[in-house]
Structures are given as structure tokens and as C-alpha cells.
């Protein structure tokens, strides 16, 4: 494991110096995006709404927004608040450790002595077993100044950060106001059930059937051959302020311009035939799709619109022809 933070607890005039560690972690397989066309990963970017830039993760401030007004809170300012600079787990009080809800409980730590000697570690884990209570302690972590929990797991003591009281939602359903009968007979079979499935709690007796069965998967489709190169799938890397990434709405865009504007829309360097490649997705394809209810007839409504000038045009030069031909035949 790796340590996440370092502190100190400030247990009355006694200071205990500790590393953090979480003391969970994610087991699910991890999975990402792709076209399902070709494969190809799906990425998200950060993308600026004004210069339409994509910006790399150090160049990115906080803001809040308030009534049409944002502040902006560039990493220095926030830093600077005397919170996020402590590193200092205070102990406010002792409680009975039937006094904690299950219901405020977050993200469990370990906690391991940081000091040459683990004699006020030792002696804080004491204090903790005869007393048989725990500690509510106060501590600021990742942004956050945070309610938190100290006891004992396997002689080692376990930080557990806590949700604030007015987190918890309160909890009011009108059905379970009224009134409702249950006889004697009802709740003693409903007793004699809960007693032929008791037992002891192990943990290790249950398993993540899901995830199981997607490993399964995962792997019958390797077997077979079911996979693609992942270098394949990447595509070209795109390179902050360069270039530009064609999606629905600058479609949308660009196809507003150009009615305006009565020319053609401009199409980014280096990606020649991605309005193309775009046309039919536009509304106007999706409506024709949905109206005849087959893919083809979707293709020639999208070519047929696309191509509306370029027909009528057509027509137009062919009309003349067409008249000279008949007048010549009835000459003859």
C-alpha cells in the first residue's frame, strides 16, 4: 500500500504522528468506451466553451457560479485556506460506539505510526479498548475539511471519515404513516423465518456474482479470437489547440453559417470528407429513417436531400434538350 497523506492525531497534550492509508478498494474490471462500428476508444476531452481549446489538467481553475456571476479560485487561493493546509487530526470528543449510524459512515483509513517509537499510538489504542468508546476527531483531506471516526480493526486503528449531519436526508414516506394491522400469526411466522436463516456474518462466503460472470466472458471472447489490436483502436492522438473535433453540435453550426451565409461551410485542415461522413447523422436522415423503417430508404432520402441543388440543377440543363428533341420529330 501506499500512504495518501501524512499527519499528526492531536490526542490532548499527546501528539501521535501517522501515515494514511486507504483501507478499501475497487475490485470491479475496469471497462471503456468504444464505437461500436470499429472499435475505436471513446475519450473524453477538456474542451474550452470559449476558445474551443482543449486545455491540459494545469491549466484548470475552480469556479463557482452564483446568479449569473463566476468566481474564478486559481489553486494558490485555495491552498491558502488555514483548513487545507492542516495536517492535524484532532480529537473533539468520546462517544459510545452505539451512538454512530451506520448511515453517516464514508471512506475507511488506516492509520500506521509515523515516529521512531509507536508509544502514543500504542497508548491512544489503549485508551480506546478500556474505555470501549470511539473518537470523533475533525481533519481536512483533499479539499475537504472532513467528520471523521477513530477505533480499533485488528490492533490497528482505522480512521473513517463521516458525512456531516445535514448530508443524511431525512426520510418521510406518507404510506408508512398509516395505520396498519398485523396479526399475532403473521408475526410469528414472519419470526420462525427469520430464525431458520440464521447465522454468523463471514464476509468471505459471499462473492461478486457479476463481476464473476463478465470475467467469464471477457475471457470465452479471447478464446475465440473475438479481439482487436489496441493500438488499432486508439486513433490519432489530438494535440491541445490544434485541430478541431467534429461532433453534432459544430455540424449544427456550421450548418446554420452556411443558409446564412449562402456558401460553403469551411472544413477544418487535415480532416477533408468529415462533413461527409456526418451527413447522415443530421435530423433530417434520423426523421427519414424512422418514417420508412429501413436503412436503405434512410441512405437515398440523405443523398437525395444532400443533393437537392445539384438535381434541380440538373433538370434545369436537361429541360432544353428535351423540348429540341420533340420539336425536331415533329419536323420530320
Not at 21 to 36: M, P
Request: glycine residues 6%; charged residues 30%.
Amino acid at each position: 500500500m501506499r500512504a495518501i497523506w501524512k499527519g499528526a492525531i492531536a490526542f490532548g497534550l499527546v501528539n501521535v504522528p501517522v501515515k494514511v492509508y486507504s483501507a478499501t478498494e475497487d475490485h470491479d474490471i475496469s471497462l471503456h468506451q468504444v464505437h461500436n462500428a470499429d472499435g475505436g476508444r471513446i475519450r473524453y476531452q477538456r474542451r474550452c466553451e470559449v476558445c474551443s481549446k482543449i486545455i491540459d489538467y494545469e491549466d484548470i481553475d475552480k469556479a463557482y457560479e452564483d446568479d449569473g456571476r463566476t468566481v474564478v479560485l486559481t489553486r494558490d487561493e485555495l491552498k491558502s485556506i488555514p483548513a487545507e493546509n492542516s495536517h492535524e487530526i484532532e480529537v473533539v470528543q468520546f462517544v459510545p460506539v452505539d451512538q454512530l449510524d451506520p448511515m453517516m459512515f464514508e471512506k475507511s483509513y488506516y492509520l500506521e505510526p509515523d515516529s521512531k517509537s509507536p508509544k502514543a499510538y500504542v497508548l491512544l489504542r489503549r485508551a480506546l479498548e478500556d474505555t470501549d468508546r470511539v473518537a470523533i476527531v475533525q481533519f481536512a483531506l483533499r479539499d475537504k475539511t472532513r467528520l471523521g471516526a477513530l477505533r480499533i480493526r485488528d490492533e490497528v486503528l482505522v480512521l473513517q471519515s463521516l458525512l456531516w449531519a445535514d448530508e443524511v436526508r431525512e426520510a418521510s414516506f406518507p404510506a408508512l404513516e398509516t395505520s396498519i394491522r398485523i396479526s399475532a400469526q403473521e408475526r410469528e411466522m414472519s419470526a420462525a423465518l427469520v430464525d431458520s436463516m440464521a447465522s454468523d456474518f463471514e464476509p468471505d462466503q459471499f462473492t461478486d456474482d457479476y463481476q464473476e460472470q463478465l470475467r467469464q466472458l471477457i475471457e470465452a471472447k479471447l478464446d475465440k479470437g473475438e479481439s482487436l489490436d489496441t493500438e488499432e483502436t486508439f486513433g490519432a492522438p489530438a494535440e491541445a489547440g490544434e485541430g478541431e473535433v467534429i461532433d453534432l453540435m459544430e455540424a449544427l453550426k456550421r450548418s446554420i453559417e452556411k443558409k446564412r451565409g449562402g456558401g460553403p461551410a469551411e472544413t477544418p485542415a487535415g480532416d477533408s470528407g468529415s462533413a461527409a461522413k456526418a451527413a447522415p447523422r443530421t435530423s433530417a436522415t434520423t426523421a427519414a429513417a424512422k418514417s420508412t423503417g429501413t436503412k436503405s430508404t434512410a441512405a437515398k432520402t440523405a443523398a437525395t436531400r444532400t443533393g437537392s441543388k445539384a438535381a434541380a440543377a440538373s433538370k434545369t440543363e436537361a429541360a432544353p434538350k428535351v423540348t429540341a428533341s420533340k420539336t425536331a420529330r415533329k419536323r420530320a
